[in-house]
């Protein structure tokens, strides 16, 4: 799943890095390359693809879950929730 994602990081931009991927993990949700109720890439899949470190692959993730794009199942991982509970743009 990693693999495939989408987008990379400008660790120039005055952009924080975390700011930027939400902004690719959101991208990849929108775009279907990460699909409504699978299972969302583990921070060291996304700390391996994007060459972060694991706080800023956390705090990426905790911002698209407070938005309401991921679901966390304890024990289980971090899903992308079913596409009609999608929040509004």
Do not use: C, H
Request: hydrophobic share 35%.
């Amino acid at each position: 799943m990693a693999g495939q994602l989408r987008g990379s990081i400008n660790f120039d931009s005055p952009v924080p890095i975390y700011v930027q991927l939400a902004g690719i993990l959101r991208d990849n949700i929108r775009q279907g390359v990460i699909r409504p109720e699978s299972r969302m890439p583990t921070q060291k899949d996304l700390v391996e693809t994007f060459e972060v470190s694991r706080g800023t692959a956390a705090r990426a993730v905790s911002i698209l879950t407070d938005e309401g794009w991921l679901v966390v199942s304890r024990g289980k991982g971090v899903y992308v929730r079913p596409s009609s509970e999608f929040p509004g743009d």
